[in-house]
């Protein structure tokens, strides 16, 4: 499997207009890491994404995230592993990934707007469209899965 180009290198300006999105959703969205990790793998499920499957299960394991959960995401409504934040972060994911689908339900909606205040639902959303282009610059390339290692920890940074 060989990339189709490297977005980074072809595109400098473009890819940090990406990254400092990433970085605000990262650094100052106000959202838990275990939960952002959440969202970033199940739309990256979603969107059929390797590249991003590989990277989020490493940061979400890397975070602290255990296996059982990881396996059970792409069938969070059938299992009892989530909190109720979690899963209205997840079904929030899911109707924002699947816009086209459904034009993200009320029902949903209000149940995101009784988990998260609406700078964290902007900041979630936010944190969707990222994921959804990462996605689509990864799948668009041929990223290849299996090399992204997560950076250390800052907890063992210190170490």
Same mark, same amino acid.
């Given at each position: 499997?060989?990339?189709?180009?490297?977005?980074?290198?072809?595109?400098?300006?473009?890819?940090?207009?990406?990254?400092?999105?990433?970085?605000?959703?990262?650094?100052?969205?106000?959202?838990?890491?275990?939960?952002?990790? @959440?969202?970033?793998?199940? =739309?990256?499920?979603?969107?059929?994404?390797?590249?991003?499957? %590989?990277?989020?299960?490493?940061? !979400? #394991?890397?975070?602290?995230?255990?296996?059982?959960?990881?396996?059970?995401?792409?069938?969070?409504?059938?299992?009892?592993?989530?909190?109720?934040?979690?899963?209205?972060? @997840?079904?929030?994911?899911? =109707?924002?990934?699947?816009?086209?689908?459904?034009?993200?339900? %009320?029902?949903?909606?209000?149940? !995101? #707007?009784?988990?998260?205040?609406?700078?964290?639902?902007?900041?979630?959303?936010?944190?969707?469209?990222?994921?959804?282009?990462?996605?689509?610059?990864?799948?668009?390339?041929?990223?290849?899965?299996?090399?992204?290692?997560?950076?250390?920890?800052?907890?063992?940074?210190?170490?």
């Amino acid at each position: 499997m060989k990339s189709r180009l490297e977005p980074q290198k072809t595109s400098p300006a473009a890819y940090n207009a990406m990254l400092n999105l990433e970085m605000f959703i990262r650094k100052s969205s106000k959202l838990e890491p275990s939960l952002l990790e @959440l969202v970033k793998m199940r =739309a990256s499920q979603i969107n059929g994404c390797a590249y991003c499957i %590989d990277m989020h299960s490493k940061d !979400a #394991r890397a975070e602290g995230e255990t296996e059982q959960r990881l396996y059970a995401l792409s069938a969070w409504r059938e299992t009892p592993f989530f909190t109720d934040r979690e899963q209205a972060a @997840l079904a929030w994911t899911e =109707a924002v990934t699947l816009v086209a689908e459904g034009h993200v339900p %009320d029902e949903t909606y209000e149940e !995101a #707007r009784q988990r998260f205040s609406d700078e964290e639902l902007v900041n979630l959303t936010l944190a969707l469209i990222t994921i959804n282009g990462w996605n689509r610059i990864a799948i668009a390339f041929r990223m290849v899965p299996g090399e992204y290692q997560p950076a250390p920890r800052k907890a063992e940074e210190g170490k």
